[in-house]
């Protein structure tokens, strides 16, 4: 492995970790939205709240992360895809600050009526935020970003069936990784009616994750082949793993079983990701720029690999130990 | 391979410079807050534990609600100035990112270790013992620190930019990392940075407790509230302004221009004055007071010393000079207030131990919060604009930069909309925070603890 790719595995892990753990936070705020008028929402809500409230912030740190990897070690495919897809990335940054503002301040507001527009402006652009990320996430898998400055068309590069399917399938992969967290946290809570609720919600969800994937393969076909070509090539094995493990947490889920789903549902999104980064692969944007090409000199790509050493050090055990200790209060919590 | 950046659409530098300004400026509060804020409440929880003080543990539990606000939306701030790195500035990431991006990973290590303990402190409250909740807030105020030096240091390399080759096109080809961090400017704006994080945040705080003060609270809750973060900023100011005479010296060998412009230096030549105030219109400096001698002597302990004028300068090299030189005198007026005001109070508290009891002491004070961000603001002018029209400075010229993208301009409108909804709403919030009384600290009403 050259050191470009290796930095580029560590840039997709770090996407992996944003796909799954941001991806689950932006699903729960899903949740919200759809938790109905404030007394029949109030028990999801204040589930969904004392689930992310902890460890959104440092979920949303890899996102920083994503950035900064993306940036140094491949500064012309950041600045192609920044400068292609500057409408839907600047309409994700605009939903990424009201998403954040807005749930903070809905924690410290009183007023119901306060609660209810800071409640509505996290629950909304918590949906908003992963669809514009999924758009410009398919513009770049289709090949639709080439290397330059707004070089690519700056509408039809994420209007488009791919860049739309992409962005539907982030929207709800999220909400289906949430809805699953949301069932383990409620068992945690030894709350089975809130459970039940979630639960059928993530059937509901997984089921249309699935249905989008197979109508996905035809669109993909048709308006994205070499990425179609590389996924039902290169990728076949870890597509077929996504669709085993997705399978797999929706028997899990409707059985009612609670071990290991967690690990499962995130299993099938992590296959995902690696699939389609594997499919593109050599290219960093296909059809313009490989990894090697886009790379940044020797120095800053050791420089990056030393710092992701000293994050996995440091953050590893960290995050490990706000996870532990959240999950652990909230069993007490339930007692 | 050349990141070529093609044709500008008119108004986009504008339009851009704008919402870079606005979104940072606003960030740049947040993140003072984010460097110093957990330290002023590890202090006020230092003192709870070891002397069992209730109202130090009143202020610590209130401090840290308040931070979990500013933090949440420090970080999606912060976010978006991630984002615009590459929607705004293109042409600078995509030739020097290999470079200017290294301290932004270091940064990233620090933010995330900042966000984790946030929330287990946060989090922690009655669930952990006291002294290992205390501990839990350590690696926050640490994070602060090296966070600070790390983004400051990109910062620093715009200014003055080391730590890699350029080929023959342009393009960086090699890249060595410790020049980048370790570059002429980094020292003096990361000190000036942390302290001001320190001054901004202490003189903030402590002014709600001013007005609580001239509203009448005589207690002793109110009266620790003030003294914590008061006494740390006016620790730190004698300390900037000591900074700032080092960093002003610095720009004096590093960036002429800069250092013209912040002094309203005409012609290059010994003898230079400083001109409080007053501004230049057609190459001539109108109104203001000159102290003859003062620029030459402060740049270089001698007043025959040659400061560089603006006539040295070709006009396309020169930055915005009025602006650069009002910010850079607001800056100054509003340290060297607030240069008094920490000495009324250390003169006292050295004299008596005790408060200083003039109402006008705590009028000034109820003022120095806004004036520590003034202060912060025009400082970050002058080191953003006295660079101008560099962004790398004197190999990257700010229009090469900036993106070619044709919705700048709606992208802008639409920041400004959205930035004066959150100013107002975070103030909102948390001034209701502060009148939701003392009730709220009792029941665990902790940010994120449990359903009760």
């Given at each position: 492995m050259s050191r470009a790719e290796i930095v580029a595995a560590i840039l997709w892990l770090g996407v992996t970790l944003y796909a799954v753990l941001g991806g689950a936070d932006f699903g729960a705020g899903l949740w919200d939205l759809l938790a109905g008028n404030s007394t029949n929402g109030e028990p999801p809500r204040a589930l969904i709240d004392a689930s992310i409230g902890p460890v959104w912030e440092a979920n949303h740190t890899w996102l920083i992360f994503d950035l900064v990897i993306l940036w140094s070690a491949f500064p012309l495919a950041f600045a192609s895809l920044m400068s292609t897809l500057f409408v839907p990335l600047t309409l994700a940054a605009f939903g990424i600050i009201l998403r954040g503002a807005g749930f903070a301040f809905r924690k410290y507001t009183r007023p119901l009526a306060g609660r209810r527009a800071f409640g509505a402006t996290f629950a909304l652009s918590s949906v908003i935020t992963p669809f514009f990320l999924g758009t410009a996430l398919g513009a770049i898998a289709s090949g639709r970003v080439p290397a330059?400055?707004?070089?690519?068309?700056?509408?039809t590069s994420w209007l488009n069936p791919t860049s739309v399917l992409v962005g539907c399938l982030a929207v709800a992969t999220g909400a289906f990784v949430a809805a699953v967290f949301l069932v383990s946290a409620a068992r945690r809570q030894g709350d089975p009616d809130l459970e039940r609720y979630f639960r059928r919600r993530a059937l509901a969800v997984g089921s249309v994750a699935g249905g989008l994937s197979i109508v996905g393969l035809f669109v993909l076909a048709v308006d994205a082949t070499a990425l179609y070509n590389g996924l039902s090539g290169r990728g076949l094995p870890l597509v077929v793993a996504s669709l085993i493990l997705g399978s797999t947490s929706l028997v899990l889920l409707a059985r009612g079983i609670c071990r290991g789903i967690r690990v499962v549902a995130a299993g099938a999104v992590t296959a995902i990701v690696w699939g389609w980064g594997v499919a593109q692969?050599?290219?960093?944007?296909?059809?313009?720029?490989t990894i090697e090409a886009a790379a940044a000199p020797s120095g800053t790509l050791d420089a990056l690999i030393v710092i992701s050493i000293a994050a996995a050090v440091t953050i590893g055990p960290s995050l490990g130990l706000l996870f532990i200790l959240d999950g652990r209060s909230r069993l007490q919590a339930g007692h | 391979m050349l990141f070529d950046l093609g044709p500008l659409p008119p108004a986009n530098l504008l339009a851009a410079r704008d919402q870079m300004a606005v979104t940072l400026g606003f960030h740049i509060v947040l993140a003072c807050l984010g460097v110093a804020f957990p330290t002023l409440l590890l202090i006020a929880n230092w003192r709870a534990i070891r002397s069992s003080d209730a109202d130090a543990l009143r202020l610590a539990r209130r401090w840290s609600r308040i931070i979990a606000v500013t933090f949440a939306v420090g970080a999606v701030s912060g976010t978006v100035l991630s984002f615009e790195m590459g929607l705004l500035w293109p042409g600078l990431m995509g030739r020097f990112g290999a470079a200017y991006g290294i301290p932004f990973a270091i940064e990233g290590i620090f933010f995330f270790l900042e966000a984790i303990f946030i929330a287990i402190y946060i989090y922690g409250?009655?669930?952990?013992?006291p002294w290992t909740h205390f501990l839990s807030g350590i690696p926050i105020a640490l994070s602060g620190f090296g966070g600070t030096f790390s983004v400051v240091t990109a910062n620093a390399w715009m200014n003055q930019p080391a730590g890699f080759t350029l080929g023959a096109?342009?393009?960086?080809?090699?890249?060595q990392p410790l020049g980048v961090i370790f570059n002429n400017a980094t020292w003096y704006e990361a000190g000036h940075m942390f302290l001001a994080a320190y001054m901004v945040t202490g003189f903030l705080l402590a002014s709600t407790y001013a007005v609580g003060r001239l509203r009448g609270r005589m207690d002793r809750y109110t009266r620790l509230g003030f003294i914590i973060p008061f006494a740390v900023a006016a620790i730190a100011t004698p300390l900037q302004i000591g900074m700032g005479d080092i960093a002003a010296r610095a720009v004096f060998t590093d960036q002429p221009a800069k250092f013209a412009a912040m002094e309203l230096v005409q012609t290059t030549g010994p003898n230079t004055p400083v001109v409080v105030g007053g501004i230049l219109i057609d190459g001539r400096v109108v109104g203001g007071l000159p102290i003859p001698g003062l620029g030459s002597l402060l740049a270089g302990?001698?007043?025959a010393t040659v400061v560089h004028g603006l006539?040295?300068?070709?006009p396309a090299d020169q930055p915005p000079v009025n602006i650069v030189h009002l910010a850079w005198d607001t800056m100054l007026s509003a340290g060297f207030g607030l240069l008094a005001l920490a000495a009324w109070f250390g003169l006292t508290w050295i004299r008596r131990r005790e408060l200083p009891t003039s109402r006008w002491f705590y009028r000034f004070a109820a003022v120095a919060g806004a004036a520590s961000v003034v202060a912060l603001e025009a400082g970050w002018i002058v080191t953003e604009v006295g660079r101008q029209p560099w962004i790398v400075y004197g190999l990257l010229r700010t229009v090469d930069a900036v993106?070619?993208?044709?919705g700048a301009i709606a992208s802008f409108v639409v920041v400004m909309v959205i930035y004066l909804i959150l100013g107002f709403a975070t103030f909102v919030v948390l001034r209701s925070m502060s009148r939701q009384?003392?009730?709220?600290?009792?029941?665990?009403?902790?940010?994120y603890g449990p359903r009760r």
């Open positions: 330059g400055n707004a070089a690519g068309d700056p509408w692969l050599p290219a960093i944007l296909p059809g313009s720029l | 409250w009655d669930r952990l013992s096109d342009g393009q960086v080809t090699d890249v302990f001698n007043t006539d040295g300068i070709a993106t070619r993208a044709p009384g003392a009730d709220d600290t009792a029941d665990g009403g902790e940010p």
